[in-house]
């Protein structure tokens, strides 16, 4: 176990309705990174966050946003669901951004129908 | 970004030794080389990470020859538990990690 949660396991959504996913990070780590994967790829890199700030964003559009709160967990949230937007939701922690390893977390399986 | 490209699929048996080789060619000076396990329904779990020459942990070794352009992951004697997708990533320092599609390994009895 890598000391990551996220919340919840599953979730089903209509098109155009909002979520909320969480994520506590392992602790001490500062730094959470969301990825989403869709079946059968690689997670896609969706954003970062580092003490509370934004630290990099990969190819999502602005519906997709995050937060962190002062201990370090935080959440993605993903306004006016597309039927695409169907994907296993992953959070990772570390200590610090850049090249050192990520803990994840099991993942939210996000179904948008 | 450095891309990587690593064999879509691999078979092997159980007690064998894999060896799983990536492609990087665009390799930055500042690029270190981390290999991630992923087990269906869950989130990818680190292997292990190199910079130059050969890395070895209790799970697996990691070769990098001089030229940085590839690396190979080592497994020894694998175990119907292995079966996972393996992950090849460049990751540049201070940046994002990028995934491929990685490397799906069958086990077989």
């Known amino acids: 176990e890598t000391g990551v949660t996220q919340s919840p396991t599953h979730l089903i959504k209509t098109r155009g309705q909002q979520v909320t996913l969480r994520c506590s990070s392992q602790?001490?780590?500062?730094?959470v990174s969301w990825y989403q994967q869709a079946l059968g790829q690689g997670p896609q890199f969706i954003f970062q966050?580092?003490?509370?700030?934004?630290?990099g964003r990969g190819n999502f559009p602005p519906r997709f946003s995050g937060l962190q709160f002062p201990n370090y967990s935080s959440e993605l949230n993903v306004n006016a669901l597309e039927l695409d937007d169907s994907a296993l939701y992953l959070c990772?922690?570390?200590?610090?951004?850049?090249?050192?390893?990520?803990?994840f977390g099991p993942g939210t399986r996000l179904t948008v129908t | 970004l450095a891309k990587t490209t690593q064999p879509i699929s691999m078979d092997s048996y159980e007690g064998q030794e894999v060896n799983i080789t990536c492609s990087h060619n665009?390799?930055?000076?500042?690029?270190?080389i981390t290999w991630y396990q992923q087990f269906p329904s869950q989130g990818p779990r680190f292997i292990i990470q190199?910079?130059?020459t050969k890395v070895t942990n209790e799970v697996a070794s990691l070769f990098i020859p001089a030229d940085r352009k590839s690396s190979t992951l080592s497994l020894p004697r694998v175990s119907l538990s292995d079966t996972a997708v393996y992950y090849c990533?460049?990751?540049?320092?201070?940046?994002?990690?990028?995934f491929g599609p990685g490397t799906r390994l069958s086990v077989l009895p």
């Open positions: 665009n390799i930055a000076t500042n690029d270190y």
């Open positions: 990772a922690s570390s200590l610090n951004s850049g090249v050192g390893e990520q803990y």
């Open positions: 190199g910079y130059k």
């Open positions: 602790s001490g780590h500062n730094t």
């Open positions: 966050y580092y003490r509370e700030e934004e630290n």
């Open positions: 990533l460049v990751v540049p320092e201070g940046q994002n990690f990028v």
